[in-house]
């Protein structure tokens, strides 16, 4: 099942509201985002790369929020805010999360000597999300490179995500989470050990998707537990 079908077809939403959203203190306490995937071109299957047709779809079968990745927002990031807060209050829904660096910006962790520009390219994000309430960051560590993720890189990435994740806190009050995501430089257990021990709590999070986690050979509630 694809991603739009199992929007549209599925009680995922009715129960998720039934658990999060069944008290007033629940409610306020979670905001429960669908992420509306625009990669492919078919619109049957996966909106045709239309964002906000994704956002409607959502909304209509309940969702008041959506996470959206900022390289689907490109036509608006960084320049007009206000252009896509109208655009998101006409469907309405609003963001709980935006994730991700910039489209073309940098997303080399691993490369210590490229690290100003990871930085700067995920910390402009960090501070468009908060322009729509978003109250954490979510961010993908890049795609995986041929040979995979070796020990200096974990080293690197985790002295990177140090730096931007207190940058975030301090500068912008937002929390700041990685996401272990399948084909990207931060997927697995050791992956995950590794960074995690070798971070701040404080400064860095750990945003857990039971989706990618499950298909990379982990327990994803033996997972959070631990975490």
Known sequence: MNRREFLITSS?????????????????????????????????????????????????????????????????YPDDVNGLKKRIADIGVKFAAVTGGARGGDTHFEDPARRQAVIENHLGVVRFSKKFGCDHQKTNLGERRPKGTTQEDLKN???????????????????????????????????????????????????????????AGMDPIALAKKL
Do not use: C
């Not at 658990?19 to 007033?24: H, L, S, T």
């Not at 960074?195 to 039971?210: C, G, I, Q, S």
């Open 12 to 76: 995922a939403f009715a129960a998720a509201t039934k658990i999060f959203g069944a008290d007033a203190e629940s409610a306020s306490r979670y905001r429960i985002g669908y992420t509306t995937n625009t990669q492919g071109s078919d619109p049957a299957t996966t909106w045709g790369g239309d964002v906000f047709r994704g956002f409607q779809e959502a909304h209509e079968v309940g969702f008041n929020y959506v996470e959206a990745f900022a390289t689907a927002l490109s036509q608006f």
């Open 157 to 215: 990435i985790a002295e990177t995500v140090e730096i931007l994740g207190r940058r975030s806190l301090e500068e912008e009050g937002i929390p700041f989470g990685i996401h272990a995501h399948l084909g990207s430089q931060f997927q697995s257990q050791n992956e995950i050990d590794y960074v995690m021990a070798n971070t701040d709590p404080k400064h860095v999070r750990f945003v857990l998707d039971t989706g990618h986690i499950t298909m």
